[in-house]
């Protein structure tokens, strides 16, 4: 495997480890706040909460984007390499 292909698989694995590193996180903290200030509201980093889960939605959709986009270009390099590959006929060498 060429390091053309490399690259973005390398790229991809690690946004969404990055990805679920912040929910991991945002759940141990969510719990955490919610032992502290007892199961009423989640506490005074209610509204940097809600901004991160903003921003992790936007990631997760540039992701699928990119997702999307490395798909794609697989697909054409793959039927590329079909068409410039020379057809070698069965035919005898006599």
């Given at each position: 495997m060429g390091l053309q292909f490399l690259i973005p698989i390398v790229l991809f694995i690690s946004i969404a480890t990055i990805i679920r590193s912040v929910l991991g996180y945002r759940e141990r903290m969510a719990e955490l706040q919610t032992r502290q200030y007892g199961g009423g509201s989640v506490g005074p980093g209610e509204d940097r909460l809600d901004r991160i889960e903003h921003?992790?939605?936007?990631?997760?959709?540039?992701?699928?984007r990119l997702s999307e986009a490395q798909r794609m270009n697989t697909r054409l390099l793959a039927e590329r390499t079909?068409?410039?590959?020379?057809?070698?006929?069965?035919?005898s060498s006599d």
């Open positions: 921003a992790i939605d936007a990631i997760a959709g540039e992701v699928e079909q068409q410039d590959a020379p057809h070698h006929s069965p035919a």
